[in-house]
């Protein structure tokens, strides 16, 4: 029999004795409470005791009010035993509570944790060394240790026992892990392929949010009509299998382009695009323009990177565009068509431990040639325009700091990118050129309380994002390698080529609101400079003081092509509507 049921029945069997014998005449009455006390209390003081009962002085005794007593002074959670002794005294009935306090805090470990050391779990508990053990107080401190394990996302995580010895306090913990991770459906697709977008491994601690970000990614790469995930017990108790199936859909896709431009006139042409070549993950694609902007293109890439596999592409281009204006300090000169054939091969791959690292280094063979010159505003303009062959080295290293686990983008990229030309394989020319990049991502939070309605939702939130670019040279850099501003992917109030120079300043910012999940609306500010073009002695320098900006409204819609772009820009003379695919940056 424990102690709490001896208690009890002790008790009862007093007031049996003393209210309900027989031999006690029936109209005497109760014994009231002539005196309250606490014994067996060290640290706790006896006032904080008896204000949770409820039994008075000078109320008659209850039977009922001391069960209450006992029980409340136990839900204090500071005593391992709670018990009374009841006195005759003058008067009437002493009641004591007798009580056994918890041992005093002298330490507080825990095992079987790895996701998090002890001084991480220890800044959530609020018991501290050197105070009475508090059952109640610690299992709050048990619920905040499993709120912070679920609030990242290791929701199977749990408390499997507390053991109490003298003032040593040790917590259980129980981390799941990953199991298998089986993958099924998947007949086009490899399964290397499918595997390498899963962010969890076998071993590693079960996070939901890392599945759930890692579905999202494999179902937006357009690979399947559906992904789904079940579960099974793993190999042991600790562990979980992941049961995967994916529903493939085709990732060849033909499209359509035809567009109109004030300046370029009327093209349009076919093109083919294989987004999972092979089922190997790789980008195949061919096509073609017609019209006054007439292209030709081919090329195949692996875009996937890490510190063992390397990503890479190749690719062959050939353009004839009619029409072209050269600019000079935002001034027509030259009216002119151009014939530039290209040919690229490049390679990279992550650094070895830290994979926010990595580098990638392109060939890059041009062949320049610029012809049927009309409209001179200067004799002899056309003596500017580059005419030759061009073999670069680019090369550029990159930290990417935004989160891998998310299926949106968030934190920021660095690149840093250097373009040595050579006299040498065909080369004619001779520079460097050298830039930098840094691009930056943030989720924008209660933009819908402004509006009484939600954008978005937790996978796809609204997005500001900023990319700013500097750019300097050395040496004589061709027209055709100039830092070029204006158009589609720099500066949107203004044409293609309309500033030019060896050295560059550019700043764009977006806001990107989703208001469907395949329809965006986007609001953005660009501004930028170029130069230094070599032709012009009046072009300045960098100065950010010395820049033109261009701000606009803009649509994304998701379409089995790809992501459909469509700005509208004004820059400082006319507004220009550009229409492509993809995000900008």
Same mark, same amino acid.
């Given at each position: 029999?424990?102690?709490?049921?001896?208690?009890?029945?002790?008790?009862?069997?007093? $007031?049996?004795?003393?209210?309900?014998?027989?031999?006690?005449?029936?109209?005497?009455?109760?014994?009231?409470?002539?005196?309250?006390?606490?014994?067996?209390?060290?640290?706790?003081?006896?006032?904080?005791? $008896?204000?949770?009962?409820?039994?008075?002085?000078?109320?008659?005794?209850?039977?009922?009010?001391?069960?209450?007593?006992?029980?409340?002074?136990?839900?204090?959670?500071?005593?391992?035993?709670?018990?009374?002794?009841?006195?005759?005294?003058?008067?009437?009935?002493?009641?004591?509570?007798?009580?056994?306090?918890?041992?005093?805090?002298?330490?507080?470990?825990?095992?079987?944790?790895?996701?998090?050391?002890?001084?991480?779990? @220890?800044?959530?508990?609020?018991?501290?060394?050197?105070?009475?053990?508090?059952?109640?107080?610690?299992?709050?401190?048990?619920?905040?240790?499993?709120?912070?394990?679920? /609030?990242?996302?290791?929701?199977?995580?749990?408390?499997?026992?507390?053991?109490?010895?003298?003032?040593?306090?040790?917590?259980?913990?129980?981390?799941?892990?990953? &199991?298998?991770?089986?993958?099924?459906?998947?007949?086009?697709?490899?399964?290397?392929?499918?595997?390498?977008? *899963?962010?969890?491994?076998?071993?590693?601690?079960?996070?939901?949010?890392?599945?759930?970000?890692?579905?999202?990614?494999?179902?937006?790469?357009?690979?399947?009509?559906?992904?789904?995930? &079940?579960?099974?017990?793993?190999?042991?108790?600790?562990?979980?299998?992941?049961?995967?199936?994916?529903?493939? %859909?085709?990732?060849?896709?033909?499209?359509?382009?035809?567009?109109?431009?004030?300046?370029?006139?009327?093209?349009?042409?076919?093109?083919?695009?294989?987004?999972?070549?092979?089922? @190997?993950?790789?980008?195949?694609?061919?096509?073609?323009?017609?019209?006054?902007?007439? %292209?030709?293109?081919?090329?195949?890439?692996?875009?996937?990177?890490?510190?063992?596999?390397?990503?890479?592409?190749?690719?062959?281009?050939?353009?004839?565009?009619?029409?072209?204006?050269?600019?000079?300090?935002?001034? /027509? %000169?030259?009216?002119?068509?151009?014939?530039?054939?290209? *040919?690229?091969?490049?390679?990279?791959?992550?650094?070895?431990?830290?994979?926010?690292?990595?580098?990638?280094?392109?060939?890059?063979?041009?062949?320049?040639?610029?012809?049927?010159?009309?409209?001179?505003?200067?004799?002899? *303009?056309?003596?500017?325009?580059?005419?030759?062959?061009?073999?670069?080295?680019?090369?550029?290293?990159?930290?990417?700091?935004?989160?891998?686990?998310?299926?949106?983008?968030?934190?920021?990229? *660095?690149?840093?990118?250097?373009?040595?030309?050579?006299?040498?394989?065909?080369?004619?020319?001779?520079?460097? /050129?050298?830039?930098?990049?840094?691009?930056?991502?943030?989720?924008?939070?209660?933009?819908?309380?402004?509006?009484?309605? %939600?954008?978005?939702?937790?996978?796809?939130?609204?997005?500001?994002?900023?990319?700013?670019?500097?750019?300097?040279?050395?040496?004589?850099?061709?027209?055709?390698?100039?830092?070029?501003?204006? &158009?589609?992917?720099?500066?949107?109030?203004?044409?293609?080529?309309?500033?030019?120079?060896?050295?560059?300043?550019?700043?764009?910012?977006?806001?990107?609101?989703?208001?469907?999940?395949?329809?965006?609306?986007? @609001?953005?500010?660009?501004?930028?400079?170029?130069?230094?073009?070599?032709?012009?002695?009046?072009?300045?320098?960098?100065?950010?003081?010395?820049?033109?900006?261009?701000?606009?409204?803009?649509?994304?819609?998701?379409?089995? @092509?790809?992501?459909?772009?469509?700005?509208?820009?004004?820059?400082?003379?006319?507004?220009?509507?550009?229409?492509?695919?993809?995000?900008?940056?």
């Amino acid at each position: 029999m424990n102690e709490h049921l001896k208690k009890t029945w002790r008790i009862l069997l007093f $007031l049996f004795v003393v209210l309900l014998l027989p031999n006690v005449a029936a109209s005497a009455a109760e014994p009231l409470v002539s005196a309250l006390g606490v014994d067996g209390n060290d640290h706790v003081v006896a006032e904080h005791i $008896l204000g949770v009962v409820g039994t008075r002085v000078g109320e008659p005794l209850s039977r009922e009010q001391l069960q209450s007593d006992v029980e409340a002074i136990y839900n204090l959670g500071f005593f391992s035993f709670v018990d009374i002794n009841l006195q005759s005294i003058a008067g009437g009935i002493g009641v004591t509570y007798i009580v056994r306090e918890n041992p005093v805090v002298e330490q507080i470990t825990f095992s079987g944790n790895n996701i998090y050391k002890d001084e991480d779990l @220890l800044k959530v508990v609020f018991t501290m060394p050197g105070t009475v053990f508090n059952r109640v107080f610690f299992r709050n401190d048990l619920d905040r240790i499993q709120e912070k394990y679920h /609030k990242d996302g290791y929701v199977m995580v749990k408390i499997a026992d507390v053991v109490v010895e003298g003032g040593l306090i040790d917590v259980k913990i129980v981390e799941p892990k990953v &199991g298998n991770i089986i993958i099924q459906g998947n007949r086009k697709t490899k399964t290397k392929v499918i595997a390498r977008e *899963i962010k969890l491994k076998k071993g590693d601690p079960f996070n939901t949010t890392i599945l759930r970000h890692s579905l999202n990614k494999l179902q937006n790469k357009g690979f399947f009509d559906d992904v789904s995930i &079940g579960f099974e017990p793993g190999e042991n108790e600790e562990e979980t299998d992941i049961i995967l199936t994916v529903s493939e %859909q085709k990732t060849g896709r033909v499209g359509l382009s035809i567009s109109h431009g004030t300046e370029s006139g009327w093209s349009g042409g076919l093109a083919y695009t294989d987004s999972n070549w092979k089922g @190997l993950g790789h980008i195949a694609e061919v096509g073609f323009e017609m019209g006054d902007n007439e %292209q030709y293109w081919i090329s195949y890439a692996e875009p996937y990177m890490d510190s063992q596999n390397f990503a890479w592409k190749i690719g062959f281009s050939k353009r004839k565009w009619e029409d072209r204006y050269y600019y000079r300090r935002g001034v /027509k %000169q030259l009216k002119y068509d151009d014939d530039v054939k290209n *040919i690229y091969l490049g390679a990279g791959r992550k650094f070895g431990r830290d994979e926010k690292f990595s580098w990638f280094l392109t060939l890059d063979w041009k062949d320049v040639d610029a012809f049927n010159f009309r409209e001179r505003i200067h004799p002899g *303009i056309e003596d500017e325009l580059t005419r030759g062959k061009i073999f670069a080295l680019i090369g550029t290293v990159s930290r990417n700091n935004t989160d891998p686990y998310l299926s949106y983008s968030k934190g920021d990229i *660095i690149d840093f990118n250097i373009e040595q030309a050579l006299e040498a394989l065909g080369g004619e020319y001779s520079y460097t /050129k050298y830039w930098l990049q840094a691009r930056y991502y943030t989720p924008v939070k209660g933009l819908g309380d402004l509006f009484d309605r %939600q954008f978005g939702d937790e996978d796809n939130p609204a997005i500001f994002a900023a990319r700013i670019r500097a750019g300097f040279s050395s040496g004589d850099v061709p027209t055709a390698s100039l830092y070029s501003l204006g &158009g589609s992917s720099t500066l949107r109030g203004y044409d293609s080529g309309y500033f030019l120079g060896s050295e560059m300043f550019l700043a764009n910012f977006e806001l990107r609101i989703p208001i469907e999940k395949a329809f965006s609306f986007v @609001l953005f500010y660009d501004a930028g400079n170029a130069w230094k073009n070599p032709w012009d002695t009046n072009g300045g320098s960098f100065s950010l003081s010395d820049l033109h900006d261009s701000w606009g409204v803009g649509v994304r819609v998701k379409t089995p @092509l790809g992501n459909f772009r469509l700005d509208h820009a004004t820059g400082e003379d006319e507004s220009r509507t550009h229409f492509s695919f993809g995000e900008m940056f």
